[in-house]
């Protein structure tokens, strides 16, 4: 459960990196358009005449800052699309356009009930304002999260549905804009009544916030840079950014919520004197790190390795540290920490929330779209002028951050003899890190776990197995296999593709099913993703060489059948019993018109041949897979068995027709729960079998799976022993 809401925030996280990344650039046309249109810089710097009113200069200028205003005022309904993609599975462009029209409806519902209620007086002062056109509750970039989550979920639920025949139009895809819709329109109305109180809350909270003074700071600092190595930052620091809990102020008239957005607010008035150090106390503490400190510590690694590697060190360093000071891009240098040592990366979080602090103290009021680079320092401290923002005590602290970073982490590197870049073995090349090689560390000692590192791997090796991208043709998968179309059949390499996981190849002419059981879907979606790369076939055969040419030795195993298994390990102990899914006759797995069950490269089991058109859960567990197409299902026990159940033989083709699916991914399931209905008639009478293989795909970890000697089974009889 803690893995699953940990990957679900992660996701959250990423999504808002869609609108966070364009920040940068309405940050750049409203920092540029209103800096040069202040009357007071202009006059400061004697500019009127060259940029003042009345000049095409400042005409440009002006369009500039309301193209960069228009992004930060509508960021709600970005966040409310933004949140829709990154959640949705599938067909993402459906997500986004629902939930802009699940905003709309959402808002203009709330409108109307201010309206109807007695109009925005009756609420409190400040809690409504001015959404896309609607009066509104002050929701900020909450209300188009809650829609993007909201709508992600109903995407993800509904995007593949069938309705009746008659209502069939509105079916799939095209019914998921519409019940967003519906649903908005109650969220809508309930957040008349829910979000008021909510407001108060968030306020209090803001309030709390804002009297913790430099310890909260300091707090905030360390905790912002800790939470990086899990992606989890995002979603910390962007309430505070974005929404009451970072604070409110009033600015020309309008009531302002979030740091971020009081800065650019103050930002575009003109009658700004100064910036809030309220606001910029989530802001400006990453400048001194980001533009010295790291530098400092690329220099300490630089100067620590060993002679012979500093050139390529240096240049790896160099290239970090200035991606570093320009755009507050840090990712190469923190993770090299990580993984090599992270007592280095927890000292660094330790001085960050310092410098976070001292910023706070001194009273630095830089703001930033993005991150603290260079940048950011020029366009909104520099440029606006130290009187406004006090930028110089960022130079003054950074240069002792320089070299704090420099000469404390060249002492540790030495004592501790850490293996920065540069300090390997011989056999190791000088690299920097990035979070996919803190993953794979991560994740390396899980048992029966493939670490993200052999994930990368296998796209390339499934492609060169292939016979290299020029010889693909088309990519599908059902349940269990992928499905790949190639131009030349002799070109397709077994021994590659088995080395990629396949448990079996089957050819029939030009396609090819290479079996890997039910992860195929993900492991589709790599090598699509890779076929889309713009790597080369020449790459892939470089890399796959060594691979090739030195296959993995693997035990030879000889198939048994599964009585004289059983007869020979009358001392196995019984660990899971799998009960009949279906009713309906007992047929030998070996009697199954399709290799890859018949073989037993799935896995043992044994097939039914379905008299009713429901399955029921087999035991009690989770929902490991519910394939889109709803024609077969992957679980897994409480006890470890992993089992699919394959409904009929190519039913994947029927694209989800005749059956009703009562399961989602992640679902916890007791034994007899109904997990699918399917109409037998249709299928047979569409051209497939719908006998039912009930496959134990881990049976390697077991030492025998006995099965039933019934010819026939209701559901929940028993139908497989699986014992060790």
Same mark, same amino acid.
């Given at each position: 459960?803690?893995?699953?809401?940990?990957?679900?925030?992660?996701?959250?996280?990423?999504s808002f990196?869609?609108?966070?990344?364009?920040?940068?650039?309405a940050?750049l046309?409203?920092?540029?358009?209103?800096s040069?249109?202040?009357?007071?810089?202009?006059?400061?710097?004697?500019?009127?005449g060259?940029l003042?009113?009345?000049?095409i200069a400042?005409d440009?200028?002006?369009?500039?800052?309301?193209?960069?205003?228009?992004i930060? =005022?509508?960021?709600?309904? &970005?966040?409310a699309?933004s949140?829709?993609?990154g959640?949705?599975?599938?067909?993402?462009?459906?997500?986004?356009?629902?939930?802009?029209?699940?905003?709309?409806?959402m %808002?203009?519902s709330?409108?109307?009930?201010?309206?109807?209620?007695?109009g925005a007086?009756?609420?409190?002062? =400040?809690?409504t304002t001015?959404v896309?056109?609607?009066l509104?509750?002050?929701?900020?970039v909450?209300?188009? &999260?809650?829609v993007?989550?909201?709508?992600?979920?109903?995407?993800?639920?509904?995007y593949?549905?069938?309705?009746?025949?008659v209502l069939?139009?509105?079916?799939?895809?095209?019914?998921?804009?519409i019940?967003? #819709?519906?649903?908005?329109?109650?969220?809508g109305?309930?957040?008349?009544y829910?979000w008021?109180?909510?407001?108060?809350?968030?306020?209090?909270?803001?309030?709390?916030?804002?009297?913790?003074?430099?310890?909260g700071?300091?707090?905030?600092?360390?905790i912002?840079?800790a939470?990086?190595?899990?992606?989890? %930052?995002h979603v910390?620091?962007?309430?505070l950014?974005?929404?009451?809990?970072?604070?409110?102020?009033?600015?020309d008239?309008?009531?302002?919520?979030?740091?971020?957005?009081?800065?650019f607010?103050?930002?575009?008035?003109?009658?700004?004197?100064a910036?809030?150090v309220?606001?910029?106390?989530?802001?400006?503490?990453k400048?001194?790190f980001?533009i010295?400190?790291?530098?400092?510590?690329?220099?300490a690694?630089y100067?620590?390795?060993?002679?012979?590697?500093?050139?390529?060190?240096g240049?790896?360093?160099?290239?970090?540290?200035?991606?570093a000071?320009?755009t507050?891009i840090?990712?190469?240098?923190?993770?090299t920490?990580i993984?090599?040592?992270p007592?280095?990366?927890?000292?660094?979080c330790?001085?960050?929330?310092? #410098?976070?602090?001292?910023?706070h103290?001194l009273?630095?009021t830089?703001?930033?779209t993005?991150?603290?680079?260079?940048?950011d320092?020029?366009?909104?401290?520099?440029?606006?002028?130290?009187?406004?923002?006090n930028?110089?005590?960022i130079? &003054?602290?950074?240069?002792?951050?320089?070299?704090v970073y420099?000469?404390?982490?060249?002492?540790?590197?030495?004592?501790?003899?850490?293996?920065?870049?540069g300090?390997?073995?011989?056999t190791?090349e000088?690299k920097?890190?990035?979070?996919?090689?803190?993953?794979a560390?991560?994740n390396a000692?899980k048992e029966g776990?493939v #670490?993200?590192?052999?994930?990368?791997?296998?796209?390339?090796?499934i492609t060169?197995?292939l =016979?290299?991208?020029?010889n693909?043709?088309?990519?599908d998968?059902?349940?269990t296999?992928?499905?790949?179309?190639?131009?030349d059949a002799?070109?397709?390499?077994?021994?590659?593709?088995?080395q990629s996981?396949?448990?079996?190849?089957?050819k029939?002419?030009?396609?090819?099913?290479v @079996?890997y059981?039910?992860k195929?879907?993900?492991?589709?979606s790599?090598l699509?993703d890779?076929?889309?790369?713009?790597?080369?076939?020449?790459?892939?055969?470089?890399?796959?060489a060594?691979t090739?040419?030195?296959?993995?030795?693997?035990?030879e195993?000889?198939?048994?059948?599964?009585?004289?298994?059983?007869?020979e390990?009358?001392?196995?102990?019984?660990?899971?019993?799998v009960?009949?899914p279906?009713?309906?006759n007992i047929?030998?797995?070996?009697?199954?018109?399709?290799?890859?069950?018949?073989?037993?490269?799935?896995g043992?089991?044994?097939?039914?041949?379905?008299k009713?058109?429901?399955?029921?859960a087999?035991?009690?567990?989770?929902?490991?897979?519910?394939?889109?197409?709803?024609?077969a299902?992957?679980?897994?026990?409480?006890?470890g068995?992993?089992?699919?159940i394959?409904v009929?033989?190519?039913?994947?083709k029927?694209g989800?027709?005749?059956?009703?699916?009562?399961?989602?991914?992640?679902?916890?399931?007791?034994?007899?729960?109904?997990?699918l209905?399917?109409n037998?008639?249709?299928?047979? =009478?569409?051209g497939y079998?719908?006998?039912?293989?009930v496959?134990?795909?881990?049976?390697?970890?077991y030492?025998?799976?006995? @099965?039933t000697?019934?010819?026939?089974?209701?559901?929940g009889?028993?139908l497989?022993d699986?014992?060790?």
């Amino acid at each position: 459960m803690k893995d699953k809401i940990f990957g679900v925030l992660q996701r959250v996280g990423r999504s808002f990196m869609l609108p966070i990344a364009v920040l940068p650039v309405a940050g750049l046309f409203l920092g540029i358009g209103s800096s040069l249109t202040n009357t007071t810089m202009l006059e400061t710097y004697n500019l009127m005449g060259i940029l003042g009113p009345g000049t095409i200069a400042y005409d440009i200028l002006s369009v500039l800052s309301e193209a960069g205003n228009i992004i930060f =005022g509508n960021l709600p309904i &970005i966040f409310a699309m933004s949140v829709a993609i990154g959640m949705a599975k599938k067909e993402k462009e459906v997500a986004a356009l629902s939930g802009a029209i699940a905003f709309f409806v959402m %808002h203009a519902s709330i409108g109307k009930m201010i309206q109807v209620m007695g109009g925005a007086e009756k609420l409190l002062a =400040g809690s409504t304002t001015n959404v896309v056109g609607i009066l509104s509750l002050q929701m900020g970039v909450f209300g188009g &999260i809650i829609v993007g989550l909201g709508v992600a979920a109903l995407h993800n639920k509904y995007y593949n549905i069938e309705l009746p025949q008659v209502l069939s139009f509105f079916g799939g895809t095209r019914f998921v804009p519409i019940i967003s #819709s519906i649903v908005f329109l109650v969220v809508g109305i309930l957040m008349y009544y829910v979000w008021p109180p909510v407001q108060v809350v968030m306020n209090k909270l803001g309030d709390l916030i804002a009297g913790s003074g430099y310890i909260g700071t300091l707090f905030y600092g360390i905790i912002e840079r800790a939470l990086i190595p899990f992606g989890l %930052h995002h979603v910390f620091y962007t309430p505070l950014w974005q929404t009451s809990l970072g604070g409110t102020m009033m600015i020309d008239g309008n009531l302002v919520e979030g740091a971020q957005n009081i800065f650019f607010a103050q930002l575009g008035s003109p009658t700004t004197t100064a910036f809030s150090v309220e606001a910029t106390r989530f802001m400006t503490g990453k400048f001194p790190f980001m533009i010295f400190g790291l530098p400092g510590a690329a220099l300490a690694m630089y100067k620590t390795s060993r002679p012979e590697k500093r050139q390529v060190v240096g240049a790896l360093l160099f290239s970090a540290a200035l991606t570093a000071m320009l755009t507050g891009i840090t990712e190469p240098i923190e993770f090299t920490f990580i993984f090599v040592a992270p007592m280095f990366y927890a000292i660094h979080c330790v001085l960050a929330g310092i #410098s976070f602090m001292l910023m706070h103290i001194l009273h630095v009021t830089v703001g930033m779209t993005f991150s603290g680079g260079f940048i950011d320092l020029l366009l909104f401290g520099i440029i606006q002028g130290n009187a406004k923002t006090n930028w110089v005590w960022i130079v &003054i602290v950074g240069v002792v951050y320089f070299f704090v970073y420099y000469f404390l982490f060249s002492a540790l590197i030495k004592k501790f003899d850490w293996k920065t870049p540069g300090r390997e073995p011989d056999t190791e090349e000088p690299k920097l890190y990035r979070r996919s090689d803190v993953e794979a560390a991560k994740n390396a000692g899980k048992e029966g776990e493939v #670490s993200p590192a052999s994930k990368y791997e296998e796209a390339p090796l499934i492609t060169a197995g292939l =016979g290299g991208k020029k010889n693909i043709s088309d990519v599908d998968c059902c349940a269990t296999r992928l499905r790949i179309t190639v131009f030349d059949a002799s070109k397709v390499d077994d021994s590659l593709l088995k080395q990629s996981g396949a448990a079996g190849i089957i050819k029939k002419g030009n396609g090819i099913q290479v @079996i890997y059981g039910p992860k195929v879907t993900v492991i589709k979606s790599r090598l699509e993703d890779y076929l889309h790369d713009p790597i080369s076939d020449e790459e892939v055969s470089v890399n796959t060489a060594n691979t090739a040419a030195e296959p993995v030795k693997q035990e030879e195993k000889k198939e048994e059948p599964v009585a004289d298994k059983k007869s020979e390990n009358k001392a196995a102990a019984l660990v899971d019993k799998v009960y009949a899914p279906i009713q309906g006759n007992i047929v030998k797995l070996e009697s199954v018109k399709d290799e890859a069950f018949s073989s037993g490269a799935m896995g043992k089991g044994i097939a039914i041949e379905p008299k009713e058109g429901k399955v029921y859960a087999p035991f009690d567990g989770i929902i490991e897979t519910a394939f889109p197409t709803k024609h077969a299902i992957g679980l897994t026990s409480d006890k470890g068995v992993e089992l699919l159940i394959h409904v009929g033989m190519d039913t994947v083709k029927l694209g989800g027709a005749h059956f009703i699916s009562h399961i989602e991914e992640g679902q916890k399931i007791k034994k007899g729960d109904l997990l699918l209905e399917f109409n037998i008639e249709k299928i047979r =009478g569409a051209g497939y079998p719908t006998l039912t293989p009930v496959i134990v795909t881990n049976s390697d970890d077991y030492s025998e799976v006995g @099965i039933t000697s019934a010819s026939s089974v209701n559901a929940g009889d028993d139908l497989l022993d699986v014992k060790k």
